[in-house]
């Protein structure tokens, strides 16, 4: 027999959850007092939120959230190797041809 975990728990670390005060969606790395820290899917500075503020992901959402961070990365140009160069910027040296 398999037991739902008890509503008045907080998420564990690592559960995907939106925080339902700021509508933003995060990954729980600990509590603090009466508080959970989470801290955006894709990094940054972690935040506040007290348990019965978070509701966890399903799997959908999770993946619907991971595809607009990866989305909002491509279209500001931030992804693997980070910003592109700013305009005006001098062009990098070619690398000299093979002998």
Not at 7 to 28: C, E, F
Not at 43 to 72: C, I, K, S
């Amino acid at each position: 027999m398999t037991t739902s975990p008890d509503p008045d728990s907080p998420p564990p670390p690592g559960t995907a959850v939106r925080d339902l005060t700021r509508d933003r969606v995060g990954i729980v790395m600990g509590h603090e007092g009466p508080h959970l820290q989470l801290r955006p899917l894709s990094g940054g500075r972690e935040w506040d939120v007290h348990p019965r503020h978070v509701q966890p992901l399903t799997p959908a959402e999770l993946l619907r959230a991971r595809l607009a961070e990866a989305n909002h990365r491509s279209r500001t140009g931030f992804g693997l190797l980070g910003p592109p160069p700013a305009l005006g910027s001098p062009e990098p040296p070619a690398d000299p041809a093979p002998k």
